[in-house]
C-alpha cells in the first residue's frame, strides 16, 4: 500500500526566505513521486516529478525536491519565497495499479508568503 | 495544445437531485481519472477511465459512477445527492504510454449541494 504524510497544514514564510515543505511517503515499490501546487479556485499543476532518475529534481518557479530513500523523504524546497508563491502544495506517490497507475496525495499544505 | 476542460465549472444541486460533469482530456490522452476534493477529506481518488474502461477505483459508494467515449471524454455521474457531496471535483488525464502517473489536472466542477 501506498500513502503520502506532508508536515503542516500550514506554513507561514517571509518574502525571500527559504521555503521548506515536508514530504514522506510509504511505498513496497519503488516510487514515482510528485509535488503539484494549486491556486485558488484552479486544478493541481506539475510542479516536479521524481521518476528514479537523479535524486535532486528540479521544477518549475525555482522548486527542487530531494529523494531520500532512506528518510523516505521527498521535501520540496525553494531558497527565496515569492508573494506569488502563495498556494496549496501536494506530494503525490504513485505506482501501477491493474494496467495503469493509482495516484495518492498527502492532505497538501497551505503556504503563506508576508511582505 | 488544449488543456484538460471540465464544465460546468459551478453548479448548484438540492438534495436528492442527480447531476452528471464532464471532462475533456487533453488531445491524444487516453486515461481519465476523476478526484473529489474537500476541505476536510482532501483529494479523493475516484475512478479512473482507459479505453472506454473503469480500470481503477476509489472507495466511493454507488451513487457515484462515470463513463468514457471513444473520444476519450468522460462523464461523472452523482445520484441521490447528499449535503456531503458538496466539492470541488477535478478530473486529470495522462498521455498514453506515459509510465509513471503524471497527470494534468482540469480546473475542476465545483458542487454546492443544499
Known amino acids: 500500500a501506498q500513502s503520502v504524510t506532508q508536515l503542516g497544514s500550514h506554513v507561514s514564510v517571509s518574502e525571500g526566505a527559504l521555503v521548506l515543505l515536508r514530504c514522506n511517503y510509504s511505498?513496497?515499490?519503488?516510487?514515482?513521486l510528485f509535488w503539484y501546487v494549486q491556486y485558488p479556485n484552479q486544478g493541481l499543476q506539475l510542479l516536479l516529478k521524481?521518476?528514479?532518475?537523479?535524486?535532486l529534481v528540479k521544477g518549475i518557479n525555482g522548486f527542487e525536491a530531494e529523494f531520500k530513500k532512506s528518510e523516505t523523504s521527498f521535501h520540496l524546497t525553494k531558497p527565496s519565497a515569492h508573494m506569488s508563491d502563495a498556494a496549496e502544495y501536494f506530494c503525490?506517490?504513485?505506482?501501477?495499479?491493474?494496467?495503469?497507475?493509482?495516484?495518492?496525495f498527502g492532505a497538501g499544505t497551505r503556504l503563506f508568503v508576508k511582505a | 495544445k488544449a488543456g484538460v476542460t471540465q464544465t460546468p465549472r459551478y453548479l448548484i444541486k438540492t438534495r436528492g437531485q442527480q447531476v452528471t460533469l464532464s471532462c475533456s482530456p487533453i488531445?491524444?490522452?487516453?486515461?481519465v481519472s476523476w478526484y473529489q476534493q474537500t476541505p476536510g477529506q482532501g483529494l479523493q481518488f475516484l475512478f479512473e477511465?482507459?479505453?472506454?474502461?473503469?480500470?481503477n477505483k476509489g472507495n466511493f459508494p454507488g451513487r457515484f459512477s462515470g463513463r468514457q467515449f471513444s473520444n476519450s471524454r468522460s462523464e461523472m455521474n452523482v445520484s441521490t445527492l447528499e449535503l456531503g457531496d458538496s466539492a470541488l471535483y477535478l478530473c486529470?488525464?495522462?498521455?498514453?504510454?506515459?509510465?509513471?502517473?503524471?497527470?494534468?489536472f482540469g480546473e475542476g466542477s465545483r458542487l454546492t449541494v443544499l
Open positions: 486529470a488525464s495522462s498521455a498514453s504510454g506515459e509510465n509513471t502517473g503524471e497527470l494534468f
Open positions: 511505498s513496497s515499490v519503488p516510487p514515482y
Open positions: 521524481y521518476t528514479s532518475a537523479a535524486t
Open positions: 503525490a506517490v504513485s505506482g501501477p495499479k491493474s494496467g495503469g497507475f493509482k495516484t495518492i
Open positions: 488531445s491524444g490522452h487516453r486515461s
Open positions: 477511465y482507459f479505453s472506454e474502461t473503469q480500470r
